[in-house]
């Protein structure tokens, strides 16, 4: 059983930053892809950025050039530094560890609330 717990949701004003943890329970970072994705209010989660199997990373187009996905193996915490924050990327995110080769496991945060609001 994986457990993900994130930190460093908040309420910040547009323009804003906030860094965003996701400490695991234990060195999975081999065996699993870990990513961050969102959820706002009536709308469907979509991923936000991820790591893949080869070691390059994705981001959704809206955070490009603003969003960067890091982790520190030796702290077996993937973070999320999100900069120029938009009243758009207003949601509640949440982190996940997707199995490298089991398509069908994987795990997600209890979820952190980002508010981007003047």
């Known amino acids: 059983q994986v457990q993900l717990v994130e930190s460093g949701g908040g309420l910040v004003q547009p323009g804003g930053s906030l860094r965003l943890s996701c400490a695991a329970s234990?060195?999975?970072?081999?065996?699993?892809?870990m990513g961050w994705y969102r959820q706002a209010p009536g709308k469907q989660r979509e991923m936000v950025a991820g790591f893949t199997s080869g070691g390059k990373v994705n981001y959704a187009d809206s955070v490009k050039d603003r969003f960067t996905i890091s982790r520190d193996n030796a702290k077996n915490t993937v973070y999320l530094q999100m900069n120029s924050l938009k009243p758009e990327d207003t949601a509640a995110y949440y982190c996940?560890?997707?199995?490298?080769?089991?398509?069908?496991?994987?795990?997600w945060g209890q979820g952190t609330q980002v508010t981007v609001s003047s």
């Open positions: 234990g060195s999975i970072f081999s065996r699993f892809n």
């Open positions: 996940n560890a997707q199995h490298t080769l089991l398509v069908g496991l994987n795990y």
